[in-house]
């Protein structure tokens, strides 16, 4: 088990009173004493049933204890102990004996569905299309639980975990060896260190970042949502957390062998993905500065359609930070292995493309080059009328992006009435920015949306992460949980009221929700992505320790199976990880069913404003279980 300085942690769930008992004040006597009837008569009546016709009585308390104890039987069992804390030891066996869904090979330790190397192979390599989502048919869906790899352990708590992760977790040492010259990580015994470093970067993520912050401000909380093209293992992610800058960073599968699990290992946000064919899957106008540092992507070419998309995705007056080839070529270009001539025609094209967007160049200085988008793009459709090229795109939704082509054609930002206003609205400053009214709010363009709903919600969210720290205190425990997703974010009421914790939330926004918001939720100065939740997430196996399901269930009913989604929930929760869900009562006692076979500990409570509410709230924590070791019999292992 993974070293932690916090202290042995015993949370107790609030139990439903209970219907018998042998406790009462003189006041329920009469209800009690009708109560206590009903369970003798159901008892001595279970008992007639199976043949047992006669019973001693021997005194009347031995009457009631018996009573009782057939009325709890016949309850549900909310009166467990449900212990958040993590116990395990590497040599606790597997899967209990009652049915459970049955553990996956062990080859499956990092099985992502819809990045399946096999799979992907079906697929056109044109544009790296074969490496995009592709997802698994009905009738290919494992129903088996994902192990852990043999050995795993908990991850260092943050801020630890920047710097360290456990091999036994992440067996993969092939990067140890190809990035051993520019500080990404380093294998060290039982585990991994990370420098820091990156390839444009040798000094040191910190240094990097200081060079980018004395070229424009990263400190007056103007930026505080970016993304990482082709991030390696995070660095840059991870230690702008530090300047209060949440980043999601991103990169294909196994580009690098297990890159984004390192990221993820470390407590950084961070999805598998590519810019290829399809939108990246977050709204327009969702971060204030797009960065890539020899990221590999072919920025000059196909019409610069991969530029165009940043585009879509920065805030008016956001930022895109290049660094590598072929910045600085004059000086690099032998090294790179590449023609100075090859070198300046991609740097030109480049330079063309980012005009064509009506970026500003701000500076280039030594291996770093930033670009600006305008606020607006009143003085880009003056030029528009003697340049096509890209034209703005027709009448379209420049939120949609979930299974989106991509076009070379420009984005148009909202009309405004001057050339001083900013496209769509100016977001505030953060911190103030996390409670202040978004702009799609105030502006009307969240359908049903106002701002007294936005107050309102906030209020809610308040209220309701006091109770779940109620139901699990671990939920308060700063360091227990550090990387948690909420599957239905809405206005991410949920991520807002934790953020003073040392934790990230990724806010999910169902591509079929009724209404679209993760544009509020990137104004907000929180992250997140659309998801479909019939289909795998784009993570590995235990990426979260904590899962936030909000009325999940009752969005997905009749559209795919319950027990796919609860698979999955499996697949990327960690071992001794927890989940809240909070559903219709009928629904949480089919989840509860179920997640009974994924052989989880789990406890229904009421609602925070009583049970006569039928919404209910299902506790539930996932037992620590591993693969078995390498050397185990094969013939014991399932399939």
Known sequence: MANSSLPPYHPTSKPSKPICGTSFSWKSTNLFSLVVFLCIISYFLGIWQ????????????????AANAACNIATTN???KLDFNAHHSLDEAGPTSRETYPPCNA?????????????????????????????????????????????????????????????????HKELTVEKAVQNWIRYDGDKFKFPGGGTM????????????????NLQDGSIRTAIDTGCGVASWGAYLLSRNIMTISFAPRDTHEAQVQFALERGVPALIGIISSKRLPYPSRSFDMAHCSRCLIPWAQYGGIYLIEVDRVLRPGGYWILSGPPIRWK??????????????????????????????????????????????????????????????????????AWYTEMETCLTPLPEVS?????????????????????????????????????QQDVELWKKRVSYYKNVNNQLGQPGRYRNVLDMNAYLGGFAAALIDYPLWVMNAVPVEAKINTLGVIYERGLIGTYQNWCEAMSTY??????IHADSVFSLYKDRCEMEDILLEM??????????????DVDIVIKIRNIIDRLDWESQIIDHEDGPHQREKLLVAVKKYWTAPAPDQDESSKIH
């Open 331 to 400: 000086k690099y270009w032998n090294g790179w292995n590449r023609t100075r001539e090859d070198l300046n025609a991609e740097q030109t094209t480049i330079e063309n493309v980012a005009k064509s967007l009506c970026w500003k160049k701000l500076v280039e200085r030594d291996d770093i080059a930033i670009w600006q988008k305008p606020t607006n793009h009143l003085n880009c459709k003056v030029n528009r009328k003697l340049t096509q090229n890209p034209p703005f795109c027709p009448a379209q939704d420049p939120d949609k």
């Open 201 to 216: 970067f040798p000094n040191g993520a910190d240094a990097y970042i200081d060079d980018i912050g004395r070229l424009i």
């Open 50 to 65: 199976h043949g047992g016709s006669t019973v001693p009585i021997k005194d009347t308390a031995a009457t009631v204890a």
């Open 570 to 583: 499996d697949r990327i929760l960690r071992p001794e990880g927890s989940v809240i869900f909070r559903d």
């Open 107 to 171: 080859m499956y330790s990092e099985y992502t569905p819809c990045e399946d190397a096999n799979r992907s192979l079906r697929f056109s390599r044109d544009r790296l299309i074969y490496r995009e989502r592709h997802c698994p048919e009905k009738s290919e869906l494992l129903k088996c639980r994902v192990p852990a790899p043999y050995g795993y352990k908990n991850p260092f708590a943050w801020p630890a975990s920047r710097d360290l992760a456990w091999y036994a977790n992440v067996p």
């Open 541 to 546: 196996p235990r990426t979260y320790d904590f």
């Open 78 to 80: 909310n009166s467990t």
């Open 418 to 454: 001057n050339n001083q206003e900013t496209a769509g609205g100016e977001v505030a400053k953060w911190p103030e920015r996390l409670h202040a009214i978004p702009p799609r709010i105030s502006r009307g363009t969240v359908e049903g949306v106002t701002a007294e709903v936005f």
